[in-house]
């Protein structure tokens, strides 16, 4: 059985930084698809990060682009979402997402369904 736990939430001034970790257990990072999003209070979830991680190609939403970076700790067993540069709107429920699908050309992944979801931690952001 597949979990995610997603660790490293919490409050930050703007400008400042945060880094999340997403450890699954049952679950083998470095061969799938394996993403970040996040969900603000009275919107709908979106995706911020993407890593394939059978390659190590990123992707990035554009409002996050040049300020986040996913990484993965294959060592660790560990998806990372390093944040700096925070914004008010970063706030919100971030959820590491998990799946079994390795995709050609790797960008596909940030358009597949993902199976594996965590529980999501908070990340609120003050100005």
């Known amino acids: 059985q597949v979990q995610l736990v997603e660790s490293g939430g919490g409050s930050v001034q703007a400008g400042g930084s945060l880094t999340l970790s997403c450890k699954p257990s049952?679950?083998?990072?470095?061969?799938?698809?394996m993403g970040w999003f996040r969900q603000a209070p009275g919107k709908d979830r979106e995706w911020v990060a993407i890593?394939?991680?059978?390659?190590?190609?990123?992707y990035y939403a554009d409002s996050v682009k040049g300020r986040f970076n996913t990484s993965q700790d294959k060592a660790k067993n560990t998806l990372l979402l390093q944040m700096t540069s925070v914004r008010p709107e970063d706030t919100g429920v971030y959820y590491c997402?998990?799946?079994?699908?390795?995709?050609?050309?790797?960008?596909?992944?940030?358009?597949?369904?993902?199976?594996?979801w965590g529980q999501g931690t908070q990340v609120t952001v003050s100005s």
């Open positions: 049952g679950y083998s990072v470095g061969g799938y698809c």
């Open positions: 890593l394939a991680t059978f390659s190590d190609d990123s």
């Open positions: 997402a998990a799946s079994y699908t390795s995709t050609t050309p790797s960008s596909k992944c940030a358009r597949i369904r993902y199976d594996y």
